[in-house]
């Protein structure tokens, strides 16, 4: 599967953004979806997933109540809803998909977020 990550800006401290990725393949509903970021210095560590069918959805710590996890298995693409940014939330996002019971294997190119205070 190949993914495309879009959406990314330029937004003021308490903004919103929202991200999308778009995959392609006809079997996307059988793939877990997630989100990772990386921002400049650190390592890259995981902002959300959701299952294929989109019942689950997981979130780290950090942006718990403030980004939303979703997808539109119609429409090969997964999102992420981000309000009240900070500062912190600057980082290249990528989105990357697994098949169950795998890793995420399969990744996107960025899309980057910069959040001004």
């Known amino acids: 599967v190949q993914l495309q990550a879009s959406g990314g800006g330029l937004v003021q401290a308490g903004g919103s953004l929202r991200l999308s990725c778009a995959a392609s393949g006809r079997t996307f509903g059988s793939y877990g979806m997630g989100w990772f970021r990386q921002a400049p210095g650190k390592e890259r560590e995981f902002v959300a997933s959701i299952s294929g069918s989109g019942s689950s959805t997981n979130y780290a710590d950090s942006v718990k109540g403030r980004f939303t996890i979703s997808r539109e298995n119609a429409k090969n693409t997964v999102y992420l809803q981000m309000y009240s940014l900070k500062p912190e939330d600057t980082a290249v996002y990528y989105c990357?998909?697994?098949?169950?019971?795998?890793?995420?294997?399969?990744w996107g190119r960025g899309t980057l977020v910069t959040v001004s205070s």
């Open positions: 990357a998909a697994r098949q169950v019971g795998r890793q995420f294997e399969y």
